[in-house]
C-alpha cells in the first residue's frame, strides 16, 4: 500500500460514518494537505484496517521528516488525520439531539460508534487489554489487564521537560480539550466531540472514556473546572443524568485522596450501558431510617460497606441521602477504627452510583475512609500489602463495582509466572518473580498444578485476591462484630 492507496483507503473507511459521499473531495484535500501533498494519484483499491492504513501515512510522515517517530508524535499525528473526515460539533450535536427524540439508547449508540469510528477511542489498543470473569464468593467479576495506554516514550519526555507549564485546557476533562491539536504533555483531541447537557441547572458534558473499561463507557463532566465533591447537589447530578439516560448507570469516585481514584481537580461523573456485578448484588439485610418509610433501604451483599437505597420519588432518596453523608462525614468509632478525623484532615466520604431499575430509581451508597496509619502508609481501607503483587493502586468508582484494572505489569509476570510454576523453578530467585512467591507456596497446597490448568487457576485465583481487596477497602468488617458496628451507624443516622 503506497501513500495514495492509503489515503483512498482512509476515505473510504469514514465515508457515510464520518463524512457524506458530498464531503469526499474536501476530506481529501485536507489529508492531502496534512500530509504535504499536493495531488492525487490513482493506485490499487483496498480494504485494510484502520489502523495498517495510519501505520503506512505514519510512516511515511516520518520517512518525510514531517514527524519524528515515536508514539507519542504519531499518536498528535494521527489524530491531526482523522480530523480531516471529523462532522463539526454543532453537526455531531444535532444529530444526537434528533435521534435521542426517537430514543436514548439509539443516539448513545450513534455517539459511540463515532467516538470508536474517530479513533478517539483507539479500538485496536483497547482489544489488547487482557479481560476474563473470575467467579467469587460475591459473584462473577470482571478483571481486565490495561494494556491499551501506550509507554511515554524517551523523546516525548525529553520534549516535555523543556516546555514551559501550560494551563490550556486545565486538565484532561476540560471542554476546551474538544478539537485541541495536543502537544508532547498533552493528548491530541482534534477528533474529539462532546455533547451538552443540563444537570443540575448548570452546564456538563457528555464524552466517552478514549480508553473504555466496558460496553459504553461514558464520563459526564461540569463544564466549569471545579473541584470534586460529594454533596446533596452530587445525589440530584446522578440522578438528572440517570433521567436523561436512563439505560445507563452513573456513579461518582470518591472526593479525598487515595480513595478517589481519579481526577480530583474536575468534577465529573462516569457511566455506561453495562451492569456491574455490584448491581447485580442482592440486598441481604433490610433496614429502616425513620421518617423515611417511603425508601427501601438495605444492605448489599458485597465486599465493601454498600448501603442501597430504592424508590420512585428522587427528591426523597436524595433527602436520605444527604443525611447518610452528613452522618458518615462526621463519624468516628475508635472500636471498628474509623475516624472522621485525624489533625483536621477528614476521612470519611462516600462512593454514590445511580440506576434506574424496573421502574425505580436506586442510589448505592459505598462507605469510604482514607485514614492511613505507619502499618498502612497506603492506607488502612486500601489494598493491604499481602496483595500489592497483584494491585496495589487505588480502588476507584469502577473497580468498586466490581471490575478490577490491573496493572500491565501482570500480563509478562503471570505468562513467565505459569512457565515458572509448572518447571518447578525456585520463583524466590527470580528478581522480577519473587513477590509472587508466598502466593505460589498457597496454590502449591491448593490444587495439583500442570501445563493444562496453571493459567485457569491463576486467573481464578487473580479474581479470589481481588475480592479480598475489595473486603480490605470496606470499612465495616464483614463479620458478626463488623455487621453491629455498621448497625451501629445505621442507627446514628
Known amino acids: 500500500m503506497n501513500i495514495f492507496d492509503a489515503v483512498r483507503q482512509l476515505l473510504d ?42 501505520k503506512v501515512m505514519l510512516d511515511y510522515a516520518c520517512e518525510k521528516g514531517i514527524i519524528e517517530d515515536s508514539v507519542t508524535y504519531r499518536d498528535l499525528f494521527d489524530t491531526k488525520i482523522m480530523n480531516c473526515m471529523m462532522p463539526r460539533p454543532s453537526e455531531v450535536i444535532k444529530k444526537f ?160 485522596p487515595i480513595v478517589g481514584g481519579s481526577i480530583l481537580s474536575h468534577e465529573h461523573f462516569q457511566g455506561g450501558h453495562y451492569e456491574f456485578a455490584m448491581a447485580k448484588a442482592p440486598v441481604e ?32 432518596i436524595v433527602d436520605l441521602a444527604d443525611k447518610i453523608l452528613t452522618a458518615w462525614r462526621g463519624y468516628t468509632d475508635e472500636e471498628a477504627f474509623i475516624f472522621a478525623e485525624t489533625d483536621g484532615t477528614p476521612h470519611n466520604t462516600i462512593t454514590p452510583i445511580a440506576r434506574k431499575r424496573d421502574g425505580k430509581f436506586e442510589l448505592d451508597l459505598v462507605l469510604r475512609n482514607n485514614i492511613t496509619t505507619e502499618q498502612y502508609p497506603d492506607g488502612v481501607y486500601h489494598p493491604h500489602p499481602e496483595h500489592h503483587h497483584i494491585k496495589k493502586e487505588n480502588i476507584g468508582l469502577i473497580e468498586v463495582m466490581g471490575l ?3 496493572p500491565a505489569r501482570l500480563k509478562s509476570e503471570m505468562e513467565n509466572l505459569a512457565k515458572a510454576v509448572v518447571e518447578n523453578k525456585d520463583i524466590r530467585a527470580d528478581e522480577v518473580l519473587a513477590k509472587h512467591a508466598d502466593w505460589v507456596d498457597m496454590l502449591k ?9 496453571v493459567d485457569d487457576i491463576l486467573k481464578k485465583e487473580i479474581g ?12 465495616f468488617a464483614r463479620d458478626e462484630n463488623g455487621r453491629s458496628q455498621l448497625k451501629k451507624f445505621i442507627e446514628s443516622v
Open 13 to 54: 473507511y469514514g465515508e457515510g460514518v464520518l463524512f457524506e459521499k458530498e464531503d469526499r473531495v474536501y476530506c481529501q484535500n485536507l489529508i492531502l494537505d496534512v500530509l504535504g501533498l499536493d495531488a492525487m494519484e490513482d493506485g490499487a483499491e483496498g480494504d485494510a484496517e484502520l489502523c495498517e492504513i495510519l
Open 97 to 256: 439531539n434528533a435521534l435521542y427524540a426517537e430514543n436514548p439508547e439509539k443516539a448513545t449508540e450513534y455517539y459511540y460508534e463515532l467516538s470508536r469510528k474517530s479513533d478517539y477511542i483507539r479500538t485496536y489498543r483497547v482489544r489488547n487489554d487482557m479481560k476474563w470473569i473470575a467467579p467469587t464468593p460475591y459473584g462473577d467479576m470482571d478483571i481486565t489487564i490495561n494494556l491499551s495506554k501506550p509507554e511515554k516514550d524517551p523523546k516525548a519526555i525529553a520534549a516535555a521537560a523543556k516546555m514551559k507549564a501550560a494551563s490550556y485546557p486545565k486538565c484532561m476533562l476540560c471542554k476546551e480539550n474538544e478539537g485541541y491539536a495536543g502537544r508532547v504533555n498533552h493528548p491530541a483531541r482534534e477528533n474529539h466531540r462532546i455533547i451538552p447537557l443540563t444537570v443540575d441547572g448548570g452546564d456538563w458534558f457528555i464524552q466517552y472514556s478514549p480508553y473504555v473499561y466496558y460496553n459504553e463507557h461514558c464520563i459526564v463532566f461540569n463544564g466549569d473546572h471545579t473541584p470534586m465533591k460529594i454533596d446533596r447537589s452530587a445525589f440530584r447530578k446522578l440522578f438528572d443524568i440517570v433521567k436523561y439516560l436512563p439505560h445507563y448507570f452513573v456513579g461518582s469516585n470518591a472526593d479525598l
Open 285 to 316: 439485610e433490610n433496614v429502616a431510617f425513620k421518617g423515611y418509610e417511603d425508601v427501601s433501604a438495605g444492605i448489599v451483599k458485597w465486599p465493601m460497606t454498600v448501603i442501597r437505597l430504592a424508590g420512585e420519588d428522587t427528591d426523597r
Open 404 to 406: 478490577a484494572v490491573l
Open 445 to 453: 497446597e491448593k490444587y495439583d498444578i500442570n501445563a493444562e490448568n
Open 464 to 475: 479470589i485476591v481481588y475480592s479480598e481487596i475489595l473486603e480490605q477497602c470496606g470499612v
